[in-house]
């Protein structure tokens, strides 16, 4: 069977470093606490005058909207668990 999978692996371990990077990225993107922090600190922008009310308003509007999907993606991979 090891040698099997040997003889395997240049088709398969190109999809699985693909599957492994996918699954890091998708972990960091929807990452709620790294989302939260980034409104926290474009909010902190336009506190110290770096950014003006249009751009914190497009930002952060832009920003729930990813942490809605994050809170989405996150029941739908508890819900994989249970299965």
Same mark, same amino acid.
């Given at each position: 069977?090891?040698?099997?999978?040997?003889?395997?692996?240049?088709?398969?371990?190109?999809?699985?470093?693909?599957?492994?990077?996918?699954? =890091? $990225? *998708?972990?960091?993107?929807?990452? /709620?606490? %790294?989302?939260?922090?980034?409104?926290?600190?474009?909010? !902190?922008?336009? #506190?110290?005058?770096?950014? =003006? $009310? *249009?751009?914190?308003?497009?930002? /952060?509007? %832009?920003?729930?909207?990813?942490?809605?999907?994050?809170? !989405?993606?996150? #029941?739908?991979?508890?819900?994989?668990? *249970?299965?």
């Amino acid at each position: 069977m090891g040698l099997l999978k040997l003889l395997a692996f240049p088709m398969t371990g190109p999809l699985w470093v693909a599957k492994v990077i996918r699954d =890091d $990225a *998708e972990r960091q993107f929807y990452d /709620e606490d %790294a989302i939260r922090g980034q409104i926290a600190r474009l909010q !902190e922008q336009f #506190r110290a005058g770096e950014i =003006d $009310a *249009e751009m914190l308003d497009r930002e /952060e509007e %832009a920003l729930f909207e990813r942490l809605l999907d994050a809170r !989405e993606y996150r #029941r739908r991979q508890e819900e994989a668990q *249970e299965y």
